[in-house]
């Protein structure tokens, strides 16, 4: 039996369904931005603005990828 997805990786479906995109094209912006030298909630509120992201959403990107930083 497999696990269960738990986290921030659990959205990762509802997200490519919705924003109609593959996981790895949101986590590279997330990555990107945390190279620009943004903070968490300044990322957030990037995917929110510049690609119309819902909080829950963008917010288990984020999540996701400064775990993995």
Known sequence: MTEPVKGPASYFPSIEKKYGQPIDHWL??????FGEGLKHMEVVAH?????????????????YVKAKL
């Open 47 to 63: 995917l929110k603005e510049a690609h119309a992201m819902g909080h829950g959403h963008a917010n288990a990107v984020v999540a």
């Open 28 to 33: 590279g912006i997330a990555q990107a931005k």
